[in-house]
């Protein structure tokens, strides 16, 4: 009943912003060649990584600490270490993306060959060996170092993927909602059901704590492995790119590039805002709300608890995703960023001043809803904008490095990720937070003052600190609207153009843009 009633009572918000995703597909399937299908089948690479990525963002570090049997430091040092190689490990994937070539293109195939190893992995990572600690240290960090060099197989390609689909930059937009769109419907459908599936293996099963994990995660990734099929089954590369220069060259033109750095910053600091929000909620529920608080709807009592909190947030991102392209469309990409941010530093700092009291959980619930809306507009904006970077860095170097531009947006995505979470395992150990052992998994401890103050802190003002940061970086970014238009108008006449030659020359004088 806890799964039905939210989903029922959010259902009448998920069809708008849906049929509008189909409205933006026939506003713009008249410019360009693909289909409905193929936009669907897009949405469907990241759906799968999604439902990976934020169980490990928001279940990971809980789960190290609290039912794998890690200290909190040693827990922050391996989920830093391991996404810092996961983040550093993205541009060489890049490179490698770049240079493939196969009858189905660059990118599509690895969605392919990765998709299997993918899920195994995954499956391996909530594993809990019965060993010694000095043992169980190194297979957590044997299996997070495989999940996480995996995910930057295949979600690397997947992302540059956008950069060769079509040519035209609002379809990009597009393409890119419909990516977060269908990513937030599998972020909501494995935060929706991560305990319950926990709940089912451990209480109808017999299983232990641990096992009841690892079984919960089997489940996710076979749903992961048909996915990520579909995706390569229904998706094409129409744009056939080739990087004209050595490996050496596209790296020195990438750390030259003034816009690829300023949204680098950008986004970093984005996904650091989500990291630290959502790597704190499963603590926040456990030592503040509590494991046995409700929310009253239409006289039927509902658990308030943190994956009723995180999966309403994830349908409050797909409204944002839907946002959008309008909002986007109307008053530019570098604009919407701004403000975007703005506003989420404004909910962060308010929701530090909600009671924990019934009545507070709703509040606490409507924030959720705002916030989420918000960062639902972020992430689409930022792929798009990445796109818009590609596009400058073709045209100012003459070179066709897609998947090392991508690959940075995931590597920043990375290392949010991994500040983020361990920054909150940190904090929370310096402040005498009470871990639990197994047997404590369901039982509410009396947690020392400084770490409840950091639990209200991470879900608050720090959060909102690290938006405001974002909006200084942002500030300083050169591509609006007008120059992008420029720099696609100049791409197509240099896609036509000889080698050589007064068409060439003049694309030349063009590129030499700050």
């Known amino acids: 009943m806890t799964l039905s009633a939210p989903g029922g009572f959010f259902f009448i918000y998920t069809r708008r912003p849906s049929a509008r995703l189909f409205d933006l597909h026939h506003r713009f399937s008249t410019l360009t060649m693909t289909k409905l299908s193929e936009k669907i089948g897009y949405g469907f690479g990241d759906m799968a990584s999604s439902m990976f990525w934020k169980v490990f963002s928001y279940y990971l570090p809980f789960f190290y600490s609290n039912v794998f049997g890690l200290s909190l430091v040693d827990a922050g040092i391996l989920v830093l270490i391991t996404r810092i190689w996961d983040a550093v490990s993205d541009p060489m994937m890049g490179v490698v993306a770049d240079r493939t070539h196969t009858r189905w293109g660059k990118y ?39 999940m996480m060099t995996v995910y930057t197989g295949i979600n690397v390609p997947y992302g540059a993927m956008l950069g060769v689909m079509s040519d035209n930059p609002h379809e990009k937009t597009v393409f890119s909602s419909f990516r977060m769109f269908f990513a937030y419907g599998g972020s909501f459908i494995a935060l929706a059901a991560w305990e319950p599936l926990c709940t089912l293996f451990s209480s109808h099963f017999g299983m232990s704590l641990q096992g009841s994990w690892q079984f919960a995660m089997v ?157 639902g507009i972020m992430s689409p904006l930022v792929w798009s904008m990445y796109a818009d970077v590609s596009d400058y860095a073709e045209l100012r170097y003459r070179t066709a490095s897609t998947g090392l531009i991508f690959s940075s947006s995931s590597m920043a995505q990375k ?100």
């Open 415 to 514: 290392f949010g990720s991994a500040i983020g979470g361990a920054a909150v395992l940190w904090l929370l150990g310096a402040c005498g937070y009470v871990a639990r052992t197994a047997e404590q998994a369901g039982e509410v401890l009396t947690q020392t003052p400084g770490a409840i103050r950091a639990l209200w802190m991470l879900m608050t003002f720090i959060p909102a600190g690290v938006a405001l940061l974002a909006i200084v970086v942002v500030w300083f970014y050169p591509l609006t609207t007008r120059r992008v238009e420029e720099i696609v108008a100049r791409l197509k006449e240099l896609r036509k153009a000889p080698a050589s030659g007064p068409e060439r020359d003049e694309m030349t004088d063009f590129a030499n843009i700050p």
């Open 108 to 146: 599509r195939p690895y969605l392919l060959w990765v998709a299997a190893p993918f899920s195994i992995c995954g499956i391996l990572l909530f594993t809990t060996p019965d060993w010694g600690y000095a043992a169980k240290l190194v297979w957590a960090y044997v299996t997070y170092i495989l």
């Open 219 to 375: 489940v996710i990734a076979a749903a992961c492995l048909v996915l990520f099929l579909l995706c390569f089954k229904l998706t094409r590369e129409r744009l056939r790119t080739t990087s004209s220069v050595s490996i050496g060259s596209d790296f020195r033109s990438l750390l030259t590039n003034r816009p690829w750095w300023l949204l680098i910053g950008a986004a970093l600091c984005f996904n650091l805002f989500n990291t630290v929000r959502g790597a704190t909620v499963a603590y926040f529920f456990a030592d503040i709300i509590g494991f046995d608080a409700h929310i009253m709807l239409f006289s039927v009592a509902l658990l308030f608890y943190s994956g009723l909190f995180l999966s309403v947030g994830e349908v409050a991102n797909m409204v944002g995703v839907a946002l959008t392209v309008p909002i986007a469309a109307r008053i530019g990409k570098k604009s919407t960023f701004i403000l975007v941010n703005a506003l989420l530093v404004v909910l962060s700092v308010l929701f530090f001043f909600i009671p924990v009291t019934p009545a507070g959980y709703w509040w606490m619930l409507l924030l959720q809803v705002l916030i989420s809306v918000l960062t």
